[in-house]
């Protein structure tokens, strides 16, 4: 089958990529050919994946159309998704704009997972995201923030996140209550420096309308017409997280962000985060949105990196499940031919010394 496809020639060099880049994936994972004759673009191939390719490469000429760059992660993202993307979905995100940073960069959703997020904190009054490291989960939540504050939606921004050793010892810090907690806050301080400016919010600071605090100082207060983030949520306990929600009040909004894969508490205590998902996910006005390694936006060796230890984590889980099927089957001390009847037990004797 061959398929026509008129871009013009700007756009086909944006769509091709630098000495064919981008064509050369699409002709690999798709197995058609693309090729480009008097100003024309023809896909050759099987009929299904003669199609996929035009949406594809429909998708990518209209990011084109819109003036953003093609780059090699768009290109590698929309062919793994390519089953699930719905057309126009890439123009969509590019297009969904939050805000922009101190230095002039648009801040928006680059996977389908991220838009589903952003559209969750649209809709919802608390929003729970769960994910890998590099999804975006709390620059997201951070920029929708900012953007709420700057529009005059609410009157302050309240940042948390429960301040727990990733597993090693500090030790004793030195200096007054904000040096010792700082640390352990220091992402969130990252993200506000990027997408507000360091100026502007040391100057919003002092005047209180942004508050950055360990999970401890929440207690006791009810939160009104704030946009508060609770980020590291799997290492809240359930007792914390309980807290952390009914501090919630009138005209406000709160986003809870964590990794349940990585969590820093006590090998005996649940995750807050675990048992809201559990206990909540009927409660009208409550999103949960769950993020994978398709959504990690940082270099494609953290993409691998992720999914390899979901994979290593996966069959663990799954050889721990079949041992304790095993063990319940034949009970401890059975016969390993399956039958259920302990066999004879030998009795050890002693030999004098």
């Known amino acids: 089958m061959v398929k026509e496809l008129d871009f013009s020639a700007e756009i086909q060099r944006d769509i091709f990529g630098m000495h064919d880049s981008h064509v050369r994936k699409i002709e690999r994972e798709l197995q058609v050919s693309v090729v480009s004759r008097n100003g024309t673009v023809k896909v050759i191939g099987e009929e299904d994946q003669v199609a996929a390719a035009v949406v594809l490469l429909e998708d990518l000429a209209g990011l084109s ?3 953003s760059d093609v780059t090699s992660q768009q290109v590698d993202y ?3 998704m390519k089953e699930e993307a719905v057309p126009g979905m890439l123009q969509k995100m590019d297009g969904d704009i939050i805000c922009h940073t101190v230095s002039g960069k648009p801040v928006k959703p680059k996977t389908i997972g991220q838009q589903r997020y952003i559209d969750a904190i649209r809709e919802n009054l ?5 994910g890998p490291a590099g999804t975006g989960k709390t620059f997201l939540a951070m920029a929708m923030a900012i953007t709420a504050f700057m529009n005059g939606e609410v009157e302050r921004i309240i940042l948390t996140r429960p301040a727990i050793e990733a597993g090693e010892k500090l030790g004793f810090l030195p200096g007054d209550l904000q040096s010792k907690v700082d640390p352990y806050l220091r992402p969130l301080y990252d993200a506000l420096y990027q997408i507000m400016g360091a100026e502007k919010f040391q100057q919003n600071m002092e005047k209180g309308l942004i508050e950055v605090a360990p999970l401890a100082y929440m207690r006791g207060r009810t939160l009104d017409n704030a946009y508060i983030i609770l980020d590291e949520a799997q290492n809240t306990t359930p007792e914390q997280m309980k807290m952390f929600l009914t501090r919630f009040g ?9 990794d349940a894969s990585q969590k820093d508490l006590a090998p005996d205590r649940r995750s807050g985060l675990d048992v809201a998902m559990t206990v909540l ?6 999103r949960f949105i769950t993020l994978d390694a398709r959504d990690v936006v940082r270099h494609p060796l953290v993409q691998k ?3 390899a230890y979901e994979d290593y984590e996966n069959t663990a889980a799954r050889r721990s499940r079949e041992r304790q099927e095993k063990q319940e089957r034949y009970g401890t001390g ?4 399956g039958s259920g009847e302990e066999g004879p037990r030998r009795l050890k ?5």
């Open 126 to 130: 608390i929003v729970f995201a769960n």
């Open 250 to 258: 009138f005209g406000s909004h709160a986003v809870i962000t964590g």
């Open 78 to 80: 929309a062919l793994e």
């Open 281 to 286: 996910k009927n409660v009208d006005g409550i």
């Open 305 to 307: 990196i992720v999914k």
């Open 65 to 67: 159309e819109h003036g």
């Open 334 to 337: 059975s016969r390993r031919d």
């Open 349 to 353: 004797i002693r030999k004098p010394r």
